[in-house]
């Protein structure tokens, strides 16, 4: 393969792995298992000290369990929807926001409460619009999406407008 790799946000190292050893680590790991890669393969890996992914997992358990049950907080609050007239809808219940409340600090918010606070509703429309560029990044390019990412495009651009109108722009 022999790809050049990095980090989706650009930063140089993701908890002190820099993202081109973690690739050819990764590409070892595929042609030892002959064209795929599961989760047990990483781990056993990555469990060697001298393993460049080694250092990017917790090796803690206490630590590493407490990490995942903060994994398990964010998915369980990410599953739960609002429901309206007995069936569930697509809105969240609860959002991670900034909240001044807080210091500035991220915390779950009711999506009610978050919508009527502007600073919030611009970070979760902020958000959406990541996501979208996101979305058009991953499929944006594939033929047989194409008629959704015209869509996708034509929303992004719209929830753009509206943001520099409400901003004064």
Known sequence: MGMNYAWSDDRDEWNGLKAQPAGEC???LYDRYQGHLTK???????????SPLHRFFEWDENRAAELHRR???ALLLGALRVKRQKKA???RAFVFVSNPDHKG???YVDIQSAM????MKRELVEKALRSLKSWMTT????SELKFVATS???LHRKIEAEMLANAGV
């Open 89 to 91: 809808t697509s809105t």
């Open 139 to 142: 499929y944006g390019g594939s």
């Open 152 to 154: 996708v495009d034509r």
């Open 40 to 50: 047990d393969e990483i781990l056993a890996a990555a469990r060697a000290t001298n």
């Open 105 to 107: 600090r991220k915390v």
């Open 71 to 73: 994994k398990q907080v």
């Open 26 to 28: 990764l590409e070892v």
């Open 116 to 119: 009527r606070n502007p600073d």
